[in-house]
């Protein structure tokens, strides 16, 4: 008898489990998670992706400094909206490419000692990753 018992003990919650676990997987198929923008992460796919031209003419701080900026920028321009990005981003008639976002971060923070040619790099594998990562939409 106590063996009975244990062993409807056992399917039971067994079958609540798996009952709890397709729920929520089907949750999570037909609305997925809004992705989280890691600074960390971005910072690490970028200083692992960078030429040998760029690594060299980009220090750790100042790549940090232009991926905050590059955040910033985005932010300020009200282009996140719920941790997502624009996939084309436009402020009325400007559409921000790679070459706009490198000129505005460089206009942005003066003291940055980097030419605008490694901004554009680093400002295009941030998109990249955000790309790969399913935050641009």
Known sequence: MPLIIIISIVTVSLLLSVFFILRDAKSFALAPPTPLIDLDRMYDYIFSNLDEEAGKAVTPLELKKI???????????????????????????????????????????????????????????????????????
């Open 67 to 137: 991926i905050e900026d590059f955040v910033e920028l985005f932010s300020k321009n009200e282009l996140i909206s719920d941790n997502l990005i624009s996939q084309n981003p436009a402020i009325g008639d400007i559409k921000f490419t790679p070459d706009h976002i490198a000129t505005a971060i460089k206009n942005q923070d003066l003291d940055l000692d980097v030419r605008a040619i490694e901004i554009k790099k680093v400002v295009t594998l941030a998109l990249s990753y955000l790309s790969d990562i399913g935050a641009l939409i």
